[in-house]
């Protein structure tokens, strides 16, 4: 049964960095496309970061880029966002999923189309 566990996020000052998890059972991470996603209130899901497990290569939101970096330990089966100089801008639920895409798209956002299969979320607020 393939399940996605997403686990670290808290209430966090402006200016502060938190480090979600993304922990995959019922299959390995092999290589495949992992996308993180976020979903403010009142607002459409978007895509913030995607990375390729197979040969680590990521992509960016511009709005996050310089601060986000996303990461993959094949061997624990967990893929990571690191979210450094947090904006009140950056609160949302934020998912993590496995991509039907086999790499993630070149210039261009991760798309919530692009997901095959989700975890359930977890909450990330940014305010002082």
């Known amino acids: 049964q393939v399940q996605l566990v997403e686990s670290g996020g808290d209430l966090v000052q402006p200016g502060g960095s938190l480090r979600l998890s993304c922990a995959a059972s019922?299959?390995?991470?092999?290589?495949?496309?992992i996308g993180w996603f976020r979903q403010a209130p009142g607002k459409e899901r978007e895509g913030v970061s995607c990375?390729?497990?197979?040969?680590?290569?990521?992509q960016y939101r511009d709005s996050v880029k310089g601060r986000f970096t996303v990461s993959r330990d094949n061997a624990k089966n967990t893929v990571y966002l690191q979210m450094n100089s947090l904006e009140p801008e950056d609160t949302g639920v934020y998912y993590c999923?496995?991509?039907?895409?086999?790499?993630?798209?070149?210039?261009?956002?991760?798309?919530?189309?692009?997901?095959?299969?989700w975890g359930q979320g977890t909450q990330v607020t940014v305010s002082s």
């Open positions: 999923a496995v991509l039907s895409l086999h790499r993630c798209r070149v210039g261009s956002p991760v798309l919530p189309d692009d997901s095959r299969y």
């Open positions: 019922g299959f390995g991470l092999g290589y495949l496309a």
């Open positions: 990375i390729n497990t197979g040969d680590g290569s990521t």
